[in-house]
C-alpha cells in the first residue's frame, strides 16, 4: 500500500492547476482571435454553430411569450448562455450521452432535435413525446438526452455512473452532464466528483457559471476562487473558461470529451457566463440585481461576439447574417403557429403508464374522472 504519511507536492496532482484558477478564451469581446489559440475548423462547423445559437436565441423567445399567454407553464430562458449549450453538445459523438440541465435549448438543437419537438413538449399537445409524462423538460432516447431533472444538480451522479457503466462495459461511450453553479453546493455534486475521480469514469463535467442560483450570486455561493478548483480535491483535471465564446468553449469540451474516450478519466469545466433574464418565468430579477449588471454584460453577449468572428474571418457575411436571422425566424414562427394550433392531450393521458396492465383501483379512478368530466360538461363548468 501506499505510506499514507507521505507528504505531496503540486507536482504530485498530475494536471496543470492553474487552469482551474485562469481564464481561458479564444476570442476576445470584440471577436478578435487570441494569437496561438485560433482552431483549425471547417467554415461549415463554424457557421452550424452560429445557427444552432441562433435557432436557440429564436426559440427562446418564443417560449417565453407561450408562456406569458398561458400556452406552456414554465420556462428557464436561456439568453446569454447559448455558447456553453451549443459549444459542449456538438463536441460530442451521436453514441454519447447528455444529461442537461433545464437551461440548454442550445443543446438539444444541436444534437438533432426539432423545434416542432421541443415546442410539442412544451405545450404538452397532442404530439408530446413524453406523453405529459415529465414536467416542463424534454429528453430522448433517440437523441441520447436524459430528462432534464428539476432538483438541482441529481443529473451529476446519474451522468458518472452511467459513464462507470460503459467503462465496465468497455464501451467508447462519453457522458457529459450540464449544471448552473447552484449545484456545485448540492451532495449530488461532490459525489459525482468523488465517484468519477476515484474510478476515472469517462465523464465530462460542465458548471455553467451564470453568477446566479436564482437569487444568490456566485460570491455568496462558495468561498473558493473559481468553481473549476473545487474539481483539483478529487483529483480531476479543471480548467476555467470564457462561456461566453463559444469556441472556447468547443476547443475545451472536445479535449475533455477524447481524454475521456482514450481513458483518461472524467474533466471539470466551468464555463463563466450571465444569464441575461430571469431564472425562471416566475422569477423577477429585478429583485435582487441591478440594472447596471445586467447592461454590463449584455456587451458579452456570446452571438454577437461569434457574428464579429465570423464577419472578421469572412465565413459569413453582414447579408448573410441577416438573411440566417430572417430565415430562421419566419422558420420558427411557422412552427410555434402550427404547435399552438394543435389540440390538447386528453386529461386521461395521466394514467397511461402508471402500470403495464393498469390495476382494479387505476381503472375505477379513471371512471370516476370520466364521470366528473360528464358532470362539469353537463352543468356548463366547463373551461371554454
Not at 436524459?146 to 462495459?169: E, F, R, T, Y
Not at 471539470?268 to 445586467?294: F, M, N, S, W
Request: net charge negative; glycine share 6%.
Amino acid at each position: 500500500m501506499e505510506n499514507p504519511f507521505r507528504e505531496y507536492s503540486l507536482s504530485d496532482l498530475g494536471f496543470d492547476l492553474s487552469r482551474a484558477l485562469g481564464l481561458y478564451r479564444v476570442i476576445n469581446v470584440d471577436g478578435m482571435p487570441i494569437t496561438g489559440r485560433e482552431p483549425s475548423l471547417s467554415s461549415d462547423l463554424l457557421l452550424n454553430m452560429y445557427i444552432f445559437m441562433v435557432r436557440a436565441r429564436i426559440l427562446d423567445e418564443w417560449i417565453l411569450k407561450l408562456q406569458r399567454i398561458g400556452k406552456v407553464a414554465l420556462h428557464a430562458p436561456n439568453k446569454g448562455q447559448e455558447a456553453v449549450a451549443v459549444g459542449s453538445a456538438m463536441a460530442l459523438d451521436r453514441d454519447d450521452w447528455l444529461f442537461p440541465s433545464y437551461r440548454e435549448l442550445g443543446a438539444y438543437l444541436a444534437r438533432g432535435m426539432s423545434e416542432e419537438e421541443i415546442l410539442d413538449r412544451s405545450m404538452i399537445n397532442i404530439d408530446d413525446p413524453l406523453r405529459g409524462s415529465e414536467f416542463a423538460i424534454y429528453g430522448h432516447r433517440r437523441y441520447n438526452i436524459i430528462p432534464a431533472p428539476v432538483p438541482v444538480g441529481s443529473q451529476i451522479p446519474l451522468a458518472v455512473g452511467a459513464a462507470i457503466a460503459a467503462k465496465i462495459l468497455k464501451h467508447k461511450t462519453v457522458t457529459m452532464a450540464i449544471f448552473g453553479d447552484g449545484a456545485t453546493s448540492r451532495a449530488d455534486f461532490h459525489v459525482g466528483l468523488n465517484f468519477a475521480g476515484v474510478f476515472k469514469a469517462p465523464v465530462v463535467l460542465v458548471i455553467q457559471n451564470n453568477q446566479w442560483a436564482i437569487s444568490t450570486p456566485a460570491i455568496r455561493q462558495t468561498a473558493s476562487r473559481t468553481f473549476a478548483i473545487k474539481g483539483v480535491a478529487y483529483n480531476i483535471p479543471s480548467v476555467r473558461i470564457d462561456g461566453n465564446d463559444i469556441l472556447a468553449v468547443y476547443t475545451t469540451a472536445l479535449e475533455a470529451v477524447e481524454r475521456a474516450r482514450t481513458g483518461e478519466g472524467p474533466t471539470l469545466i466551468e464555463a463563466v457566463t450571465y444569464r441575461l433574464g430571469p431564472h425562471t418565468t416566475a422569477d423577477d430579477p429585478t429583485r435582487y440585481r441591478y440594472k447596471e449588471e445586467v447592461e454590463f454584460f449584455e456587451k458579452l453577449d456570446p452571438i454577437p461576439r461569434f457574428r464579429k468572428y465570423l464577419i472578421l474571418k469572412g465565413i459569413m457575411t453582414e447579408s448573410e447574417d441577416k438573411r440566417i436571422w430572417e430565415e430562421w425566424s419566419a422558420k420558427i414562427e411557422d412552427i410555434v403557429k402550427n404547435c399552438y394550433n394543435k389540440p390538447q392531450l386528453p386529461v386521461e393521458v395521466i394514467f397511461e403508464n402508471v402500470y403495464s396492465k393498469p390495476t382494479w383501483n387505476l381503472l375505477e379512478q379513471q371512471e370516476e374522472l370520466k364521470e366528473s368530466l360528464r358532470l362539469i360538461n353537463e352543468l356548463g363548468l366547463g373551461a371554454e
